[in-house]
């Protein structure tokens, strides 16, 4: 069985659901957060949109370190322009799976801090980990849109925002 088609299909479902999610978000909620130590609606969509994006890093780089590129999040104004990100990181995902080959998933990637280590896993494993970071923190993005009194659109089935029973 080669592993590419599934990663691709996978890609496209959780991005479709994605899609769908980030829609939800109204431009005048940015700033909104349910907690202090939380993520805002912005900066939480960001990463949603960015998180695509790491299966190209994963597959292009042996790793990456903190210390020496700290995380900047791609700067966004409005909800238009976080979907174009969403799109140019799916774009960017698909587009290196394509390219690559089963051989290319088995190379060990390093994600540091400096000297310390926070995670060592293969290619393979960096698009997986990329794909469930994805569900988290669309459940997470869940969580603020229903605090927030926003409907729910169905991730893996209907949400209770779309049936009636």
């Known amino acids: 069985m080669e592993i590419i088609p599934l990663l691709l299909k996978e890609l496209e479902m959780e991005t479709l659901i994605t899609r769908k999610m980030l829609d939800r978000i109204p431009d005048e909620n940015w700033a909104w957060k349910p ?21 190209a890093m994963g597959l292009h780089s042996d790793g990456i370190d903190f210390a020496a590129s700290p995380y900047q999040p791609t700067p966004i104004n409005n909800k238009k322009e976080l979907l174009q990100l969403l799109e140019q990181s799916f774009e960017s995902a698909k587009s290196s799976l394509e390219k690559a080959t089963e ?19 293969n290619k393979y494993e960096v698009i997986r980990h990329s794909f469930s970071q994805t569900t988290h923190h669309r459940a997470q993005l869940g969580v603020y849109l229903r605090l927030l009194n926003i409907a729910i659109p169905g991730s ?10």
Request: overall charge negative; hydrophobic content about 40%; cysteine-free.
């Open 103 to 121: 051989e290319d998933l088995l190379p060990s990637w390093t994600m540091r801090h400096g000297d310390q280590i926070l995670m060592k896993m």
């Open 156 to 165: 893996y089935g209907p949400s209770a925002d779309e049936i009636n029973f």
């Open 35 to 55: 907690h202090e130590k939380s993520m805002n609606l912005k900066q939480l969509g960001v990463h949603l949109a960015e998180l695509p994006s790491w299966v």
